[in-house]
């Protein structure tokens, strides 16, 4: 059998540096943005809410690649 050719940027440590990246980026935009932001803004509070799910899937996900 012959192995199976990946293109570099399907590598897992290439995924998980990626997931890594953006979910960082994405918790440190949202914890910025809640720091600018006065108390009350319900429609910016979703925002904040998508964002950092998103982050914690991404960081999430990278851990569960690299298992």
Do not use: Y
């Not at 995924?15 to 980026?25: D, E, Q, S, Y």
């Not at 108390?39 to 904040?48: H, R």
């Amino acid at each position: 059998m012959r192995p199976i050719r990946r293109f570099p940027i399907s590598s897992t440590m290439i995924v998980r540096l990626i997931a890594i990246t953006v979910g960082v980026f994405m918790l440190l935009t949202a914890a910025k943005f809640v720091a600018v932001l006065p108390d009350v803004m319900p429609g910016n509070a979703a925002g904040i809410l998508a964002m950092v799910t998103v982050g914690a899937i991404l960081l999430l996900g990278a851990i569960w690649i690299g298992v």
